[in-house]
């Protein structure tokens, strides 16, 4: 079993920059892939960024978003730069044991609980 514990969310205006993490538990995490996900309200889950052995991203946040991993510490991170309104979202944290999710939620099987992010115009 996983556990996914998200933090970083707040509240930003347009333009600013936050710094997701996720810490996890579990023996093997340096084996998962790792997934971010965001929720807008009204809206279905979107992938947002997915790491293995390098990230890859949604064409919404390419060149704004980076993710990135620290195996040792069992944390992945999302560092969101030039944040717009439509940014705004609850942002979960997957890990997916077979590391070939990517963007695939379904493939996904562990999630936290979310970290709220609102961005003001």
């Known amino acids: 079993q996983v556990q996914l514990v998200e933090s970083g969310g707040g509240l930003v205006q347009a333009g600013g920059s936050l710094r997701l993490s996720c810490a996890a538990s579990?023996?093997?995490?340096?084996?998962?892939?790792m997934g971010w996900f965001r929720q807008a309200p009204g809206k279905v889950r979107e992938f947002v960024a997915a790491?293995?052995?390098?990230?890859w991203y949604a064409d919404s946040v390419k060149g704004r978003v980076t993710i990135s991993r620290d195996n040792a510490d069992k944390k992945v991170y999302l560092q969101m730069n030039s944040l717009k309104p439509e940014d705004t979202a609850v942002y979960y944290c997957?890990?997916?044991?077979?590391?070939?999710?990517?963007?695939?939620?379904?493939?996904?099987?562990?999630w936290g609980q979310g970290t709220q992010v609102t961005v003001s115009s």
């Open positions: 997957a890990a997916d044991r077979s590391a070939s999710g990517l963007s695939l939620e379904r493939l996904y099987d562990y």
């Open positions: 790491i293995t052995w390098r990230g």
């Open positions: 579990g023996r093997t995490f340096s084996s998962y892939g």
